[in-house]
Nanobody
Framework: QVQLVESGGGSAQAGGSLNLSCAASGFTPKDPCMGWFRQAPGKEREGVALISAGGSSTYYVGSVKGRFTISRDNAVNTAYLQMNRLKPEDTAMYYC???????????????????RGQGTQVTVSS
């Protein structure tokens, strides 16, 4: 049974940092493509960051490039989103998403990936 469990959300001041984790289980025999999308009240869902199954390729939405870093450790089946220089506009519910191979490495499709976690709230105050 596939499961994605996020952790690490919370509150931060503008300019601060948060690190999200997504622990995946049930993906066998190969690791999935993984990423994060977010949704804020009254706004459209937005793909934030995506990482290939092996971790060699990463993709970001323009608004977070240079501030956020996605990574993964397949030995512990976990993906991470390090968020630095946070801005109030980063405030949203963040969801981990995963797609078994073969997967479409398109950040705009993250919201349509087969599996998603329960979400973790990120709130950035000015």
């Amino acid at each position: 049974q596939v499961q994605l469990v996020e952790s690490g959300g919370g509150s931060a001041q503008a300019g601060g940092s948060l690190n999200l984790s997504c622990a995946a289980s049930g993906f066998t025999p190969k690791d999935p493509c993984m990423g994060w999308f977010r949704q804020a009240p009254g706004k459209e869902r937005e793909g934030v960051a995506l990482i290939s199954a092996g971790g060699s390729s990463t993709y970001y939405v323009g608004s977070v490039k240079g501030r956020f870093t996605i990574s993964r450790d397949n030995a512990v089946n976990t993906a991470y989103l390090q968020m630095n220089r946070l801005k109030p506009e980063d405030t949203a519910m963040y969801y981990c998403a995963a797609e078994p191979l073969p997967c479409e490495l398109n950040i705009d499709l993250l919201g349509s990936y087969t599996h998603r976690g329960q979400g973790t709230q990120v709130t950035v105050s000015s």
